[in-house]
C-alpha cells in the first residue's frame, strides 16, 4: 500500500448513494493516518454526479458553494458580498 505522508492538503467528497463511496472514506481514513489535511463531506442521499444532474436542488447548491468556499480558501481568494457565484 502506498504511503501517503507529503501529499498536499486534500478536499474529498463523496456521496452516500454512490457505488465508489466505501473507497472515497477509506481514501479519506488513510490520508488521515498519514496526516495529511484532509476535509472530507459526505452528502447524505446523493449519487454519482448528482451535482451535475440536478445542479439546481438544495443539496447540490450546498455542496457546490461548500466546494467553491475551499478552493477560495485555499487559493487565498477573497470575494465581495453579493457577487454572483460566489
Known sequence: MADLAGLPPTYLT???????RDEGLEY??????AG????LHC????FHGFAT?????????RATATLHAA???DL?????AGVAGT
Not at 463523496?14 to 465508489?20: F, I, M, R
Not at 479519506?28 to 493516518?33: H, I
Not at 495529511?36 to 476535509?39: A, G, I, P, R
Not at 487565498?76 to 465581495?80: A, H, I, N, Q
Open 14 to 20: 463523496v456521496n452516500e448513494l454512490d457505488c465508489l
Open 28 to 33: 479519506a481514513r488513510r490520508l488521515l493516518q
Open 76 to 80: 487565498g481568494v477573497r470575494t465581495t
Open 53 to 61: 444532474l440536478v445542479p439546481t436542488a438544495a443539496i447540490a447548491l
Open 43 to 46: 452528502w447524505p442521499g446523493t
Open 71 to 73: 478552493l477560495r480558501a
Open 36 to 39: 495529511v489535511s484532509t476535509e
